[in-house]
């Protein structure tokens, strides 16, 4: 397995991720948006464990067990965030689950701390 190629791979798709967060945010799609600020945060932090096991990272969603397997620690107002957006990541994938969406404001507030969490953890590879 390339290590580099793999972190590239992970470290992209988020890159991508945040200009879909905010325009499915900026165009009242929360949820959706949400979603993808959900992704956003799985993706950098899969980089981290590749960067950290020289392993492919595990088949999960869950930011908090992702951050273990990096082996990063995060303040705690971070580490709550992070489980905050646990369940954002449900919507798409079971349709029985359906959170109700956040206010615009603070969707908003929502994809700013992704991004300001996003850019901490791309600077740290």
């Known amino acids: ?11 992209s798709g988020a890159v991508n991720d945040i200009d879909t967060a905010e325009l499915l945010i900026k ?9 993808f600020c959900h992704l956003v ?6 980089a981290h464990v590749v ?3 020289k392993q492919v990272p595990p088949k999960s969603h869950d930011l908090l067990y ?10 705690s107002v971070d ?14 994938r079971y349709p029985e689950y ?3 969406p956040p206010s615009i404001k603070k969707s908003n507030e929502y994809l700013s701390k992704t991004k300001d969490i996003f850019k901490c953890l791309k600077e740290k590879l």
């Open 79 to 92: 580490s709550e965030f992070l489980g905050l957006m646990m369940k954002y990541q449900l919507e798409g």
């Open 1 to 11: 397995m390339d290590i580099n190629k793999q972190i590239e791979y992970w470290r």
């Open 98 to 100: 359906y959170p109700m």
């Open 51 to 53: 960067n950290n096991t």
């Open 66 to 75: 992702l951050i273990k397997k990096a082996d990063i620690n995060l303040d």
């Open 27 to 35: 165009n009242n799609k929360l949820l959706h948006g949400l979603f």
């Open 41 to 46: 945060l799985e993706k950098i932090l899969k």
